[in-house]
């Protein structure tokens, strides 16, 4: 009785885990530019967004090197994965000097850049952040 008993509260244990692992989703889209650089995206969270102009780590960051094709079509598709349920903001940029990183003057940027969803001089989270709890398809970034 006692390993019956074990052995459905075992069960038990193992659905709920099941029922309440998170779920990840894919973000993906498509950036036009202008430069032949190589762009950086990143999918910036709330605790990151102070630093969203710094490239970001996988799955978060995305470093994409551009072949002699793409730099002709000025386009290229873009797909976050494995993104956990919340809140974020993409921004994405080209390196047109080659140093890993988006060159800034009094903290404006000197390289071409650009967001999805909304564009403000002074970005501000709640402005900007959008929700992830389903797959994302779709989406336009301009890099100007």
């Known amino acids: 009785m ?11 244990l193992m659905a709920s885990a099941f ?12 950036v036009y530019f202008q430069h032949d650089s190589n762009i950086y995206m990143n999918l910036v969270t709330r605790e990151s967004f102070p630093n969203r102009l710094e490239p970001l780590p996988q799955p978060f960051g995305i470093y994409i090197k ?5 730099r002709k079509a000025k386009k290229i598709p873009f797909k976050f994965e494995g993104i956990p ?21 009094i903290g404006w940027p000197t ?26 398809t779709g989406i336009k970034i301009n890099i100007e």
């Open 66 to 70: 551009l072949t002699p094709e793409q």
């Open 111 to 136: 390289e071409p850049f650009g967001t999805y969803k909304t564009f403000e001089v002074m970005l501000q989270w709640d402005n900007v952040k959008f929700l992830v709890d389903q797959n994302i």
């Open 85 to 105: 349920k919340g809140n974020y903001f993409i921004v994405s940029f080209q390196d047109l000097n080659k140093n890993d990183k988006l060159d800034r003057e």
């Open 19 to 30: 029922a309440y692992a998170e779920e990840k989703y894919t973000i993906s889209g498509v």
């Open 2 to 12: 006692v390993k019956k008993a074990m052995l459905l509260l075992g069960i038990l």
